[in-house]
């Protein structure tokens, strides 16, 4: 017949690696939590949009010198703003530039079109 200490034995044992789990859990939900808040003064907004200067390089090959480049802000459904700003490749290694606009939008799509090598 089993020993009925050594049931109680396991089952402590249950408990306290159950009882890690559940402290591992809230540690990981709290420290979620934390850093999830934030100070969203710096997030652009139509009321109070950001400058972005946009540098890059774009490649399929890289595009050549003279490739145009549209940058389109997103709203924050990723649905285009209307806004289109467009700039071209100054180089044959791929890099762009756009001088500093104001975003209402932290999001943006990129698209070109030209020739590549």
Not at 37 to 44: F, H, M, N, R, V
Not at 54 to 78: A, C, W, Y
């Amino acid at each position: 017949m089993p020993d009925p200490s050594e049931d109680n034995t396991i089952s402590i044992i249950q408990n306290q690696r159950n009882m890690k789990h559940l402290i591992l859990l809230f540690v990981l939900i709290a420290g979620t939590l934390c850093t999830a808040c934030s100070d969203d003064t710096d997030q652009p907004t139509p009321d109070n949009p950001v400058k972005y200067a946009v540098t890059g390089k774009v490649e399929k090959g890289p595009f050549i010198q003279g490739s145009t480049i549209h940058i389109q802000p997103l709203d924050r459904n990723f649905a285009p703003t209307g806004q289109i700003y467009t700039a071209t490749i100054k180089n044959d290694e791929g890099d762009f530039d756009f001088p500093a606009q104001d975003f209402t939008s932290p999001y943006a799509k990129l698209s070109t079109d030209g020739y590549f090598f």
